[in-house]
């Protein structure tokens, strides 16, 4: 209705809020991601904006304040959040080497994200210096006078821009847009509607400050609002806490409803890239066939996807899983145990199952292996070379080795 609409009153928004609020709080690891947080308290924010119960574009009642400054203020904090984690984090952030490494180990790299890990070192090196730049000091203009907020604005929306060409980040890189949205005025909307729809707005400002009825939100609002800007005043301190600690946490909530949040990204970045690569063992040949995700990498000659806003959840699970062994991450063995009886949920989350015309594998195992990008334009089809690490991430499972385990966790079974 919303989309559809394009307007919304504050109950509407705050069914959405409960809804995908629900939906977090039973998801768990998979819905770990910090950006989940973020849509919470962006969609809050925005609910406390909009008319009570009108339900127009251009409503009597006036956006809030505590909306505007309050977005302003979720846009600092995400950024400065995000630049000190890397200065306190990894010590490539501070000699400026992480691009040399980031296009090629991000979680899951898109076509371009090959072609920009062949630049030059002191491309990548400007790259992070640029990323300082934006992330550390830009923030403060939201401070500032009108052209400062407008500058950040303008920068904030253009570094998102970049990193949504140059990765598949999910929705992270176009949610963190909305709060920048906050930093233009109406002089600056102004020129993007239609003459009729400026000298609405008009006609509703000069109303407003003759104090028309019609337009002023009255003495609750006004109490309602200072009351609301107290709460986040109030809910925002463990957050400043957390942005001066020299022991920083990114991605972190510190209240069950998540209405203010600690933000941060890449505090460290890994220097290769390692993948976990599912196979089953054929009842037919028996021979080992490997299982495809949708967007991972995994074939070496499949040219990687563009899929950014989508979130591939399994995908992104998948790329923290090679980072430690398994046994951190029981969720996997859930995984082999669905594969092995060709469980419909399971392999729907697949790009390719080997498996989809035949019988479901006699065991299921994983190994992890190296990824490294080959040059560009080098006559080959691959996109990636791959070596073996560990044949035995998981050692081959079948149905009766897995069965004890998944009656301990509780899982469901036939």
């Keep these: 209705l919303v989309m559809i609409t394009g307007t919304a009153n504050f109950f509407l928004m705050l069914t959405l809020w409960v809804l995908y609020h629900s939906i977090v709080a039973v998801g768990q690891i998979w819905y770990s991601f910090g950006w989940e947080s973020q849509l919470l308290e962006t969609g809050l924010l925005v609910a406390w904006g909009v008319s009570l119960t009108e339900f127009s574009r251009l409503p009597k009642t006036p956006p809030s304040y505590v909306t505007i400054y309050g977005l302003r203020w979720l846009m600092f904090r995400i950024m400065l959040g995000a630049g000190l984690i890397k200065m306190r984090g990894d010590m490539c952030w501070r000699d400026l080497t992480c691009m040399h490494y980031h296009y090629q180990t991000q979680p899951v790299p898109n ?13 990548h090196m400007l790259e992070v210096a640029g990323n300082h730049v934006v992330e550390l000091l830009v923030p403060w ?28 980040l999910s929705f992270l890189n176009w ?13 600056f909307w102004a020129r993007l509607f239609s003459r009729g729809t400026v000298r609405r707005v008009a006609k509703r400002q000069i109303l407003e400050e003759k104090e028309h009825p019609s337009v002023q939100p009255g003495l609750f609002r006004d109490a309602f609002n200072l009351v609301l800007c107290l709460g986040l005043a109030f809910l925002s301190l463990p957050v400043m806490v ?14 069950p409803f998540r209405i203010v949040n600690t933000y941060g990204a890449f505090g460290s970045v890994t220097k290769e890239r390692h993948e976990v690569v599912l196979e ?4 037919t040949n028996n021979s080992w066939l490997e299982y495809e995700f949708k ?7 499949r040219i990687p996807c563009l899929i950014s806003p989508y979130h591939y959840r399994l995908d992104w699970l998948m790329w923290f899983a090679a980072m430690q062994p398994a046994q951190h991450n029981p969720w996997l063995f859930h995984l082999c145990y669905k594969l092995l009886s060709n469980d419909d949920a399971a392999v729907e989350l697949m790009h390719y199952n080997p498996f989809q015309y035949a019988d479901p594998p006699r ?3 994983a ?3 190296k990824y490294e990008y080959t040059a560009a334009f080098n006559g080959s089809r691959a996109w990636y070379t791959r070596s073996i690490v560990q044949s035995n991430y998981i050692p081959a499972v079948e149905n009766s080795t897995l069965l004890p385990f998944v009656k301990k966790m509780g899982w469901k079974y036939p």
Aim: charged residues 10%.
């Design 175 to 187: 949610l963190t847009i909305v709060p920048s949205l906050a930093l233009f005025d109406d002089r």
């Design 141 to 168: 203009l939201v401070f500032g006078n009108r052209m400062c907020q407008l500058t950040s604005g303008v920068v904030q929306i253009a570094f998102q821009v970049i990193l949504i060409v140059s990765g598949n």
């Design 242 to 255: 957390n942005l001066v600690s020299s022991r920083q946490s990114m991605n972190l909530s510190y209240d």
């Design 280 to 283: 089953g063992l054929s009842s």
């Design 111 to 123: 076509p371009i994200a090959y072609f920009l890990h062949q630049s030059p070192p002191v491309i």
């Design 367 to 369: 190994l992890l292996y």
């Design 295 to 301: 967007c991972k990498p995994g074939n070496v000659e």
């Design 363 to 365: 065991s299921v195992r």
